[in-house]
Nanobody, 123 residues
Framework: QVQLVESGGGLVQAGGSLRLSCAVSGRLFSSSAMGWFRQAPGKEREFVAAISRTGSTTVYGDSVKGRFTISRDNAKNTVYLQMNGLNPEDTAIYYC????????????????WGQGTQVTVSS
């Protein structure tokens, strides 16, 4: 069974930074692409970023390009999301997700999900 646990969310002022972590249990981490998604109240789940199994390929949603960076440490079974230049529109619950094989940017292509971590950006 694969379990994903996000951490690192919180309250930050506009312009600030946060780093989210997602710890993954199980032996499939190094063979899994990982993604971050977010969902704000009343809105659909939005793709944020994804990273390939080796970390050699990354993809970002248009709204976070140039501000967010996804990375992974396969020795620690952990994926990270460094978020810089945060603004109130980034306020949402952030979820990490995993899928076996290739990188993907749509939620329904991911097999396992964490419970989410709240990020709130004040103006």
């Amino acid at each position: 069974q694969v379990q994903l646990v996000e951490s690192g969310g919180g309250l930050v002022q506009a312009g600030g930074s946060l780093r989210l972590s997602c710890a993954v249990s199980g032996r499939l981490f190094s063979s899994s692409a990982m993604g971050w998604f977010r969902q704000a109240p009343g809105k659909e789940r939005e793709f944020v970023a994804a990273i390939s199994r080796t970390g050699s390929t990354t993809v970002y949603g248009d709204s976070v390009k140039g501000r967010f960076t996804i990375s992974r440490d396969n020795a620690k079974n952990t994926v990270y999301l460094q978020m810089n230049g945060l603004n109130p529109e980034d306020t949402a619950i952030y979820y990490c997700a995993s899928r076996v094989l290739g990188i993907a940017a749509t939620a329904n292509e991911y097999n396992y999900w964490g419970q989410g971590t709240q990020v709130t950006v004040s103006s």
